[in-house]
């Protein structure tokens, strides 16, 4: 009798450690697994198709995924030329062979749109398109096939009947996330003069959280182009820009604030370099921000208007627009990645396009691009 009760508790036991909770493989176990792998699963049941397709699990996901910092390196590059084709390119640094075997073409349904459309940034999966007419921008999720297209507010977009007021739109745009408030912001600036000296900029900024624009007026003092692409670090943005007068300057965000500022530039040389433009040193007020140059050789063939992507994970550097048989690509349709971790750097063409094209790195998500205020309320 004594055998048969050690027998029941030791396979009652075994039963016990062989079972895990709903709330066990869906927290610790499904959080970690890839996008494709999630989508699949969706189908097991009811509860799991509800649990699954919830933004909070969408955010447990994305908090364990590796790639979602900004310091993780980029293997993964979406792309879009003027016909609204789009790609993924993926990226390893022991490939060979013909790169166009790793990019894969997708199909987006934008039958809404008429015209072109530009690349604003991509963060957490979402990609951010808009037009150049800037009545509307799209989020839109890659892996999830779900697509939002956010209408500019008509107040927004009401011009003051002054008839020599002239705008020059688009130029400035951005889209991240800000982590202190758990809110994605799409900024529009537009270009305003009167007459020949005085100008200011408009300011458009949606929020995803709120689900609504707001508008305010920047007067900047000076007349200013950007030169590149945002980056992000500390919930603030930052725009490289060339100013008149001035020269040089980082022009910066506060996602959280919603406030620009100015970054003056100061040169502080590193003594123990052998290269003093080796470190570069960005300073307004008492915050800091640290960038560190790159010195590319004239022989790699990179013109003035080559940019810079991202990293891999050994350290090259994705770089678009190039010079080729002595003719500079300012128009960004070939794709390269330059290793820095040689001793003399070299540059290795990826891809070719017959026209121009946005990049920017990627990583897949189940981030919804639909508001999160209505998310939150459905």
Sequence with gaps: MGDQDSNSEKKQFVEQQSYLSDDLIIQ??????????????????????????????????????????????????????????CYLFSYEDDLSGNFEDYLVRLDPEF?????????????????????ISDEYFILWNPSTRKIHKYETDVHLRRIESIDDYKFIRHVIC???????????????????????????????????RENKWTR??????????????????????????????????????????????????????????????DKLMHIYESHEVIL??????????????????????????????????GVSDYENRMLGVVDTGTKIMQYTTLLRFDMMIGIAGYFPSLVSPFPIKELSTA
């Excluded at 560190?292 to 992507?309: C, N, Y």
């Design 216 to 277: 305010f007026d920047f007067d900047f003092g000076r007349d200013f182009l950007a030169t590149g692409h945002a980056i992000l670090t500390n919930d603030r943005l930052y725009w490289p820009a060339f100013a008149r007068p001035g020269g040089h300057i980082i022009l910066s965000f506060d996602l959280v604030a919603e406030r620009f500022d100015v970054v003056k530039l100061e040169y502080r040389y590193d003594s123990g370099s052998a290269n003093k433009d």
């Design 28 to 85: 610790e176990i499904l959080t970690r697994l890839p996008v494709k792998s999630i989508l699949r699963f969706k189908s097991v049941s009811k509860q799991w198709y509800s649990t699954l397709s919830s933004s909070d699990f969408a955010n447990a996901h994305l908090m364990k995924s590796p790639l979602a910092y900004h310091s993780a390196p980029v293997n993964t590059l979406f792309i879009i030329d003027l016909n609204k084709c």
């Design 111 to 131: 039958d809404f749109v008429k015209n072109s459309l530009q690349l604003t940034g991509s963060c957490n999966g979402l990609v951010c398109l808009n037009p």
């Design 292 to 325: 560190t140059s790159i010195d590319f050789p004239k022989g790699l063939g990179l013109g003035m208007a080559s940019q810079m992507i991202g990293f891999t994970r050994t350290g090259k550097c994705f770089v678009t627009g190039t010079i080729t048989d």
């Design 174 to 208: 951005g889209f991240w996330y800000a982590s202190f408030v758990d809110d994605y912001k799409f900024i529009r600036i537009l270009k305003r003069t009167l007459g020949t000296d005085d100008t200011n900029y408009i300011v458009h900024i949606f929020s995803l």
